[in-house]
Structure formats: C-alpha cells, structure tokens
C-alpha cells in the first residue's frame, strides 16, 4: 500500500475508531475502514453501549406517533433548537471520555506521539474535538480528528467545529453543511467528498462461473435457486412484515433461499423462534454486533447473493459495486424512516441507481396489473441498465407480488446482466475505503 503503510506502520501513531453501539450502521461502516487498513496496523475501538439509543432508535422506526415527531425534529427550527441542545450536551459530558482515552494513552509500551481518531459519529467526534486542547497539552501528544458522515444527510450536528476532516458522500451534502456552518457564523470546518466507504473485502470480482450463477438467479426461466440476503438490525424493525414477505416468497416459488443475518437480542427473539421452523430459511445468528458484521461479509464470500432486502440505511452505498463484484447484489428497499433514509434515496435517484418516483409508482402500478413488458413497456428494460436497486410497496403481499413481477418480466435478470457500470468520480466507485487513507495518510504527515 505503499505511502499508507508507511504512515500507519509507524510506532509513535496510535489509531483509534469512534462510533456508537446502536444499530449496526455505525459498526458497518467502521468495520469496512478497518479492513482497508494493512494487516500490520492494531487499531482501538471507542464504542461505548448506550441502552437508551438503541430503545430510542426502535422506538422511531416502530411506533407512528413516535417516527413523525422524530422526522419533525429533523428540519428546520425544530432541528437548529436540537443541534444546539445536544452539542452543548456532548460538550459538557466529555470527563469519562477523556479518562478513557488517557488509559489508553497511559497503557502503550512506547508513548505515542500522535493520536488519530476516525469517528463515524458526530457525538463521539464533538466529544473529542471538546477534549482535544487539553489533551494534546497534559500528554503533550498531537491529536488528529476526522470525521465519515455515516448517510448523505446534511443534517446539522454532522457540522463539527474544530476538527481536522469531514468526509462526505457528496457534493450536495458537503455544500448544505458549509451553507450551515456560514449562516451561523461557525469556524469553517474543512470538508471534502470521497465515494461512501463500502467494505473492501466485499469489492472482489466474481469468477466467471459465480457471476454466470447470478444471472441464472435471476433468470424467470432457469431453475437455479435464488439467495436472498435478509439483514435484520438488533431494533429488529419490521419483522411482521419480514415474516410475511417470506412466506409469500417462497409460496410463488420454492427456488427462494433466504439468509438471515441478525443480531440475537430481546427484540429479535420471537422472530428468530418464529423463521427456524422453515427448512428455506437459513441463519446466521451472534449476541456480538462485530460478530454479525463479519458473518455478513462471510455469507457474501461464500455464496452468490443476487438479492438483499435492507433499510435505505447506509446499506444503500451498496449500490456503489456493480453486479459482477461480491457486493454487486440487487438491493430491493423497505419504506424509509428518517430523514437520513429519505436523503440516501435522493442519492441513489441523482445517480440513477434507483428509478425516479414517477417510474416507481409506475412500475408499482403496472406489477398490480399483471402488465407484460412489451411495445410501450420496453422502455423499463432500458432504463433497467442503469439501476441498481428498487423501492418495494407498503404491505408483504404487494412487496412479494412486486418482486416476483419483476422477476417474470426480466427486469431483475437485466439489472444483474446487462448493467452498465458508472465511471468512477469524486462521488461513486467502491474503492472508497483505500481514498479515505490515502487522504488520511496525507492529513497525518501535514499536521503529525
């Protein structure tokens, strides 16, 4: 790796990932930049578990009245009167933060000269921007903070005065947080755009026979068995509908193999119990969030995953493999919950990984009717090169329907076999991990 290795092998650099234990998201993206560091290097994890977010994030995606005061706290007044409050918040709980990275500091057989912390949380990143000055002058050590916006959401709290980079997914988001950050007369926070970190181990090319299978997957006419991935998240949102989209599934076709991957918590329990009595289903099940994480990327090395269905969480930069890699599966989409899932789709139709809305409802509508892609409908075949996701319908028994339509009318097969994969640029390709490090590196050598 070259110029990388060189500057993370040294010894006088400690790394240090910072997120937050809730969800899985966080953790992803923090595993994924943790696989593009050399072997050499032993990174610290920061992860400190906090009950009330993990109830608080479920509470949001489940329960109605819930989910619309927190998608109202997300904009306008209401959000600038939440970002003030929960910055001042952070800022004043930093003592057991800064004890923490202090043992940690105390505990290296040669004292380090330079700390750098790779946040994928605006709270953590605050908490350690507050800490910094006093920090760097006890330990007389040199502290570098940078920050990976998590979605392609500018929402307020991911504008961090004081620290040294933020990276974001692009160029629209870096461009409404620097608006913020002038409007409110905030020190400028230096910012630049990179391609969404997705996972390096997941960016492999498939062989010629694993991407043969693939498309045989989804072909309405061959008989090969169709793995779907079913990522379920420690809140365990959506299960009723999981269960029943599964059953309604596998009672069209029994080629359907579903993978389950979950996290075992009080939440998740009666699904789990409920899912292992189908002999279609298979499981992969840990208490240990990081556990989960590796068996994801496991059942991909390990089998041809053609379908996932996920959150438009910050599972939708997936769309940044094209199908012929591990992680190039098609990516069919629940109902978004937050403003963040409602921005990633926003990302997803400026590239046109996705179809717009009109063609969504359209193709909605034209799958209830049982339509026949011929003559006029040729146009969706088209357009189809270029996607590489799908939004489904509210309700199991539509999803299902949907998804089977566009089966049987070869849009699936046509996403997989006959995409056209985008020129990479400042916002898309998969190697978004190895420009995060050479861009770190780079920061490291500047300031160190």
């Given at each position: 790796?070259?110029?990388?290795?060189?500057?993370?092998?040294?010894?006088?650099?400690?790394?240090?990932?910072?997120?937050?234990?809730?969800?899985?998201?966080?953790?992803r993206i923090?595993?994924?930049?943790?696989?593009g560091?050399?072997?050499?290097?032993?990174?610290?994890?920061?992860?400190?578990?906090?009950?009330?977010?993990?109830?608080?994030?479920?509470l949001?995606?489940?329960?109605?009245?819930?989910?619309?005061?927190?998608?109202?706290?997300?904009?306008?007044?209401?959000?600038?009167?939440?970002?003030?409050?929960?910055?001042?918040?952070?800022?004043?709980?930093?003592?057991?933060?800064?004890?923490?990275?202090?043992?940690?500091?105390?505990?290296?057989?040669?004292?380090?000269k330079?700390?750098?912390?790779?946040?994928?949380?605006?709270?953590?990143?605050?908490?350690?921007?507050?800490?910094?000055?006093?920090?760097?002058?006890?330990?007389?050590?040199?502290?570098?903070?940078v920050?990976?916006v998590?979605?392609?959401?500018?929402?307020?709290?991911?504008?961090?005065?004081?620290?040294?980079?933020?990276?974001?997914?692009?160029?629209?988001?870096?461009?409404?947080?620097?608006?913020y950050?002038?409007k409110?007369?905030?020190p400028?926070?230096?910012?630049?755009?990179?391609?969404y970190?997705?996972?390096?181990?997941?960016?492999?090319?498939?062989?010629?026979?694993?991407?043969?299978?693939?498309?045989?997957?989804?072909?309405?006419?061959?008989?090969?068995?169709?793995?779907?991935?079913?990522?379920?998240?420690?809140?365990?949102?959506?299960m009723?509908?999981?269960t029943?989209?599964?059953?309604?599934?596998?009672?069209?076709?029994?080629?359907?193999?579903?993978?389950?991957?979950?996290?075992?918590?009080?939440?998740?329990?009666?699904?789990?119990?409920?899912?292992?009595?189908?002999?279609?289903?298979?499981?992969?099940v840990?208490?240990?969030?990081?556990?989960?994480?590796?068996?994801?990327?496991?059942?991909?090395e390990?089998?041809?995953?053609?379908?996932?269905?996920?959150?438009?969480?910050?599972?939708?930069?997936?769309?940044?493999?094209?199908?012929?890699?591990?992680g190039?599966?098609?990516?069919?989409?629940?109902?978004?919950?937050?403003?963040?899932?409602?921005?990633?789709?926003?990302?997803?139709?400026?590239?046109?990984?996705?179809?717009?809305?009109?063609?969504?409802?359209?193709?909605?509508?034209?799958?209830?009717?049982?339509?026949?892609?011929?003559?006029?409908?040729?146009?969706?075949?088209?357009?189809?090169?270029?996607?590489?996701?799908?939004?489904?319908?509210?309700?199991?028994?539509?999803?299902?329907?949907?998804?089977?339509?566009?089966?049987?009318?070869?849009?699936?097969?046509?996403?997989?076999?006959?995409?056209?994969?985008?020129?990479?640029d400042q916002?898309?390709?998969?190697?978004?991990?190895?420009?995060?490090?050479?861009?770190?590196?780079?920061?490291?050598?500047?300031?160190?």
């Amino acid at each position: 790796m070259g110029n990388i290795a060189q500057v993370f092998e040294e010894k006088s650099l400690v790394v240090v990932f910072a997120y937050v234990a809730a969800g899985l998201g966080h953790l992803r993206i923090t595993d994924a930049l943790l696989n593009g560091l050399p072997d050499e290097v032993d990174p610290l994890l920061f992860a400190p578990e906090d009950a009330l977010t993990t109830f608080f994030h479920r509470l949001t995606s489940v329960n109605p009245l819930a989910k619309n005061i927190f998608e109202w706290s997300q904009n306008g007044n209401p959000e600038e009167i939440y970002t003030r409050f929960f910055r001042w918040l952070l800022r004043s709980n930093t003592d057991k933060l800064y004890n923490e990275l202090s043992l940690v500091y105390a505990q290296r057989t040669s004292l380090p000269k330079t700390v750098l912390i790779v946040s994928t949380h605006f709270g953590m990143a605050l908490q350690f921007v507050a800490i910094k000055k006093k920090f760097e002058q006890e330990k007389h050590v040199k502290l570098i903070i940078v920050m990976q916006v998590t979605d392609d959401s500018p929402q307020n709290l991911w504008y961090v005065p004081g620290i040294d980079m933020t990276f974001v997914p692009s160029e629209k988001t870096k461009k409404a947080l620097l608006d913020y950050g002038r409007k409110n007369k905030l020190p400028e926070v230096p910012m630049e755009v990179f391609p969404y970190p997705v996972d390096p181990l997941m960016e492999k090319k498939l062989t010629e026979e694993e991407f043969t299978d693939r498309v045989k997957q989804m072909d309405p006419e061959a008989n090969a068995l169709i793995h779907l991935a079913v990522p379920v998240s420690g809140a365990a949102v959506g299960m009723t509908f999981l269960t029943h989209m599964v059953d309604e599934l596998y009672d069209k076709s029994n080629r359907f193999t579903f993978h389950i991957i979950s996290k075992s918590t009080p939440y998740t329990q009666d699904f789990l119990k409920d899912m292992i009595n189908r002999p279609f289903v298979k499981f992969e099940v840990s208490f240990s969030s990081r556990e989960i994480i590796d068996k994801y990327v496991k059942l991909y090395e390990n089998n041809v995953i053609s379908l996932e269905m996920t959150k438009p969480s910050e599972q939708s930069f997936k769309s940044l493999f094209c199908p012929v890699q591990k992680g190039g599966t098609i990516l069919l989409f629940s109902e978004p919950v937050g403003r963040q899932e409602f921005d990633n789709l926003d990302f997803l139709r400026r590239h046109h990984f996705i179809p717009l809305k009109s063609e969504m409802e359209k193709l909605w509508q034209y799958a209830e009717q049982g339509m026949v892609i011929d003559g006029a409908g040729k146009w969706i075949l088209e357009e189809a090169k270029h996607w590489r996701g799908l939004i489904l319908p509210q309700g199991s028994k539509k999803a299902a329907a949907f998804i089977w339509w566009c089966l049987q009318q070869g849009i699936l097969k046509t996403m997989i076999k006959e995409y056209v994969c985008p020129i990479k640029d400042q916002e898309l390709g998969s190697d978004g991990v190895e420009r995060f490090w050479q861009r770190v590196a780079e920061i490291v050598e500047e300031k160190a």
